[in-house]
């Protein structure tokens, strides 16, 4: 038997292997900022260089992408360009947001559905958590577009399915001027604020018990209203 000698892994691999499998496992998302190289040499136990390799590495991979005193940015596994290329078809014809809330019903019911199977306990203190942010918001009567699209992207890294996780942010991000002209242009009366909350409760009542089938139908019934609302909005903006 003829056995090939033992190399050891240099330390830069080490560092890439590590933040690579925390971005695989959904610890960061697109557009996250890594911490600064000091602070990742602090952590590994290592020298500044063997962390500028790393990145070197990750960045070469698709995964990252650093910027001139901007930091380190964890890029999307779907094509970051095909983002920005929806958002801009979006802000030009703003009915083709509908197709999107329509992609984002089949994606979304399941995301649900994957989570109410598979979410931690972890993950359930996160929607709990944005849950309260939302019930403090309608009492004090204040918008929640933000919880809103925080509560999604939780469900889907519940999911812990990176590709979904990625896939959704990258959605979200291309939507995002879209759906904070929504929610401030239909999203008006406190019964409105109500509804969504309820809507949110309803999703999250279901992960948390397990219901993949209740979790499922919860959120159709959601992004329905929310495409007969954006339905409105385009209508509105057409005017």
């Known amino acids: 038997m003829r056995f090939k000698p033992i190399k050891p892994k240099k330390v830069s691999s080490q560092i890439a292997d590590q933040i690579r499998e925390s971005i695989l ?10 911490p600064p190289e000091r602070e990742l040499a602090e952590m590994f136990g290592v020298s500044r260089p063997s962390v500028r390799e790393a990145l070197n590495i990750l960045s070469s991979a698709g995964l990252v992408l650093s910027y001139q005193g901007g930091g380190t940015v964890v890029q999307s596994l779907v094509d970051p360009n095909q983002g920005n290329s929806l958002s801009e078809l979006i802000r030009s014809q703003q009915e083709r947001a509908l197709e999107v809330i329509e992609v984002r019903k089949c994606m979304e019911s399941w995301t649900a559905f994957y989570a109410a199977q ?6 359930l203190r996160r929607m709990e ?3 309260t942010g939302m019930e403090k918001n ?5 918008p929640s577009e933000d919880f809103d699209a925080n509560l999604h992207i939780v469900i889907a890294r519940a999911t812990h399915n990176i590709v979904w996780l ?4 990258s959605i979200f991000d291309a939507m995002k001027e879209f759906q904070r002209g929504v929610w401030r242009a239909v ?7 109500s509804l969504l909350y309820r809507h949110h409760a309803a999703i999250v ?5 397990k219901d993949a089938e209740g979790a499922r ?9 929310a495409e007969k609302r954006s339905t409105a909005y385009v209508a509105l903006k057409g005017s």
């Open 187 to 193: 999203y008006l009366t406190q019964e409105d604020h």
């Open 166 to 169: 990625h896939l959704m942010q």
């Open 217 to 225: 139908e919860a959120m159709m019934h959601h992004l329905t209203f």
């Open 205 to 209: 009542a279901a992960i948390r018990a």
């Open 138 to 142: 309608l009492s004090g009567q204040l």
């Open 25 to 34: 496992a959904g610890e960061f998302t697109p557009g996250d900022k890594l």
């Open 129 to 131: 958590e944005i849950l």
């Open 118 to 123: 598979r979410a931690l306990p972890e993950d």
